[in-house]
């Protein structure tokens, strides 16, 4: 590989002499020549030289100026200075400046040329370190754009790197990962570490990740994480399983839950058709009708569990398109506590109370999707309150938009389930230990519902006391209309 080196000095014998001398001693070598050291420094300027040689005493700009200049502009090509006899503080002021040699006049051939040929070689190693340095910056860039997390841990268990991902994912800002021991930034990594596949070699395919539990600022966190080991430690590749693994939780409260909501109606469905196939049992008019009745009603219970699972999977494929009707709410909830009154004619232990304003400003959004929450929202209230009272449904004009209340005097709710009732196949009463059924499904959809209707659904309950749900909906500004005191309508 050519190097490239440039001869600074006032005297033309000089620079006549000794480049021949250099080219018939080093091989590949190529020699620029400046008079002045501001030739040089235009020269310099230009070129990125392994090496200059400079002569220390010159007119207008000396070497020791000269050699301040090339630290700026070039601070990693070496120097190397040439002075003459009894110079040697100059020579001393040289090395201090940052000077890679020194060299005295008449030079030792030998000697110049083996400390030039070091300063060539270090101007190399220089240069390949600064190339790979780029490389590992260009490396480190592309770690910072993957979507897996990535960290190094070194062989005493310190973390050396620690990109964006892993941070989203864990949630750890950089600046309290790197430099501290794995096991104190990420809990329980003493007890999985053990458990991650090393590979000696990375590969694609050549270790199955697996999938360990961190319990990460108050959250269960799942990785899906493999690693490599080299000389520096241990790179770990991971991923987030979190979402996955709670879809399958999901899956299995939703086989869980539906299992058992058509397994009921389906016995008392076969029951009662066996029963009325047997042809050993004479059944009275009125046996016939009780047991077809019952046919008739748990069939109606597998259309709505049908129902409720193909709409919740509509909401969510965003098949759903909600009419923009305007809503006469008074007469909305009126009708539908008329229903349910006589939906429930056979509880005597309820009762119902509706309470509705004279006047009421009309709302935007789907009458019969409204009329669908409603109907959910008391049908659970009666549910819930296994031991009768009271279900009241209070409507009330508030500023920007009305409000529907729905209270129970039931079993009421515990505060943590609170968070988690409109999510989906959840139950407040999951284990079925006061006999309630049903598909868990019928908050999430009324939650999707109202708040395609740009509203909000919310709870406020005490256990053993009963709930309240809430349903705010919007009312378009141009609507106008009195309001005045509400009217109770009692049971």
């Known amino acids: 590989m050519s190097a490239r080196i440039l001869l600074v000095d006032d005297d033309r014998a000089l620079l006549d002499a000794l480049p021949q001398a250099l080219r018939l001693r080093m091989d590949e070598i190529q020699i620029d020549t400046s008079e002045t050291a501001t030739e040089a420094l235009e020269r310099i300027r ?34 190397l200075m040439i002075t003459g006899h009894g110079e040697r503080d100059l020579a001393v002021q040289a090395l201090r400046g940052g000077a890679y040699d020194f060299a005295q006049k008449p030079s030792d051939r030998d000697y110049f040329i083996a400390s030039l040929e070091r300063a060539i070689q270090l101007r190399r190693l220089d240069r390949e370190v600064e190339q790979q340095r780029l490389a590992l910056e260009r490396h480190a860039r592309v770690l910072e754009h993957v979507d897996d997390g990535v960290s190094l841990v070194d062989d005493r268990g310190i973390i050396r790197h620690w990109n964006p991902a892993a941070q989203a994912i864990t949630g750890i800002p950089t600046e309290q990962a790197l430099g501290r021991p794995a096991g104190e930034t990420l809990p329980g990594w003493e007890v999985v570490a053990p458990l991650i596949p090393i590979a000696n070699i990375p590969g694609p395919g050549s270790l199955e990740a697996k999938v360990v539990p961190l319990e990460l600022d108050g959250r269960e966190v799942w990785l899906s994480i493999s690693g490599v080991s080299f000389s520096d430690g241990i790179v770990y590749a991971f991923r987030s399983l979190t979402e996955e693994r709670a879809l399958d939780e999901l899956k299995g409260e939703f086989i869980a839950t ?135 449904v209070a409507v009330e004009a508030r500023d920007g938009g009305v409000r529907i209340a729905v209270r129970d005097e039931g079993i009421g709710i515990a505060p943590l389930e609170q968070r988690r009732i409109f999510g989906k196949f959840y139950r407040v009463d999951p284990g079925l230990a006061r006999g309630i059924g049903g598909t868990g499904l019928g908050l999430y959809i009324c939650r999707e519902l109202v708040r395609r209707m740009e509203g909000r659904l919310s709870v406020s309950s005490e256990e053993g006391k009963g709930s309240t749900f809430v349903v705010d909906l919007p009312v378009p500004a141009a609507a106008s209309g009195d309001r005045s005191a509400a009217v109770v309508q009692p049971a």
């Open 258 to 392: 539906v299992s058992h909501e058509l397994r009921t109606p389906l016995a008392a469905i076969y029951g009662s058709a066996q029963t009325l196939l047997r042809e050993d049992v004479e059944l009275v008019e009125s046996d016939k009708k009780r047991l077809l009745d019952v046919i008739a009603h748990e069939s109606e219970r597998l259309s709505r569990i049908a129902d409720d699972i193909l709409f919740a999977n509509k909401l969510d494929s965003g098949q759903l398109t909600m009419g923009e009707n305007g809503i006469d709410l008074r007469a909305l909830a009126r009708d539908v506590v008329a229903e349910m009154r006589a939906c429930f004619a056979s509880r005597d232990d309820i009762s119902f109370k509706l309470t509705v304003p004279d006047a009421l400003d009309s709302i935007a959004g789907d009458p019969d999707r409204l009329r669908q929450v409603l109907i959910n929202l008391v049908d659970n209230a009666v549910k819930y309150s296994p031991d009768g009272g009271r279900v009241e």
């Open 46 to 79: 230009e070129t990125d030289y392994d090496a200059i040689v400079s002569d220390i005493k010159m007119p207008g700009m000396d070497g020791l100026a000269l050699l301040h200049e090339i630290r700026e502009l070039r601070p990693t090509t070496p120097t």
